[in-house]
């Protein structure tokens, strides 16, 4: 389900983006003036580079512009048998987004998957510090 709520000082979308959405998103932001950034958390062996992949090519229609954030998951509460991303699923799906298009990708929590100075390093080489 995919639900738009307006308040006074914000438009709020919730749900699973899909393409008929986008519609939609564009006629809220066209109108409105509003800001849009998308939010999307890696969890491995349920929400990966595919499903990015996905979600990036839809927003690239929409605007490449618009901001993009990679957000590593991290085991908590009742979903303690997913594992957290390594740095290179992060770093394959940072890549891949940026491929297909869109301009202002960011990628949180790296205190997740950057374990030592070495993996930090790789990880500026590759993405740079504008990632962060």
Not at 35 to 56: C, G, H, M, R, S
Not at 79 to 107: F, Q, S
């Amino acid at each position: 389900m995919f639900r738009i709520t307006m308040t006074k000082k914000r438009i709020i979308f919730k749900g699973m983006l899909k393409c008929s959405h986008i519609h939609k998103i564009k006629q809220v932001i066209s109108f409105y003036f509003v800001f849009f950034e998308v939010l999307t958390v890696y969890i491995p062996n349920f929400v990966e580079k595919d499903q990015f992949e996905k979600i990036a090519k839809m927003l690239v229609d929409l605007d490449e512009n618009i901001p993009f954030h990679i957000l590593a998951f991290f085991p908590e509460y009742k979903l303690m048998d997913y594992r957290a991303p390594t740095l290179n699923e992060i770093l394959d799906t940072y890549l891949t987004v940026k491929k297909i298009g869109l301009n202002k990708v960011k990628i949180g929590n790296l205190g997740v998957f950057i374990k030592n100075e070495a993996e930090m390093n790789k990880f500026l080489e590759i993405a740079g510090p504008d990632a962060i």
